[in-house]
């Protein structure tokens, strides 16, 4: 089992930044990649950046150069600049051993975007 806590939500106004992190514990071994997804309220779960164990980054376009993933040690950062009140979302940690293999998630964390 693979546990992810995140870290680093909260409050900011607009054009502001916030940095979120996620810790993965357990067995981590054979983890190809780590992300971040987020849920509005209303709406599905989307994709938002993910890296993969060969630091090969992907993005949604629309955080595209706002958002940078960095992973350092089964540690994945999501640093956001710019944000806009349609970033506000609970944000969500995964892990992934391989394309196509379960998904694991962690608990999530509030982000809030005022404008």
């Known amino acids: 089992q693979v546990q992810l806590v995140e870290s680093g939500g909260g409050l900011v106004q607009a054009g502001g930044s916030l940095r979120l992190s996620c810790a993965a514990s357990?067995?981590?071994?054979?983890?190809?990649?780590m992300g971040w997804y987020r849920q509005a309220p209303g709406k599905q779960r989307e994709f938002v950046a993910t890296?993969?164990?060969?630091?090969v980054t992907a993005y949604a376009d629309s955080v595209k150069d706002r958002f940078t993933i960095s992973s350092t040690n089964y540690r994945v950062n999501l640093q956001m600049n710019n944000l806009k009140p349609e970033d506000t979302a609970v944000y969500y940690c995964?892990?992934?051993?391989?394309?196509?293999?379960?998904?694991?998630w962690g608990q999530g964390t509030q982000v809030t975007v005022s404008s």
């Open positions: 995964s892990a992934q051993r391989w394309i196509g293999a379960p998904i694991y």
């Open positions: 357990g067995t981590t071994s054979s983890m190809n990649s």
């Open positions: 890296i993969t164990s060969g630091s």
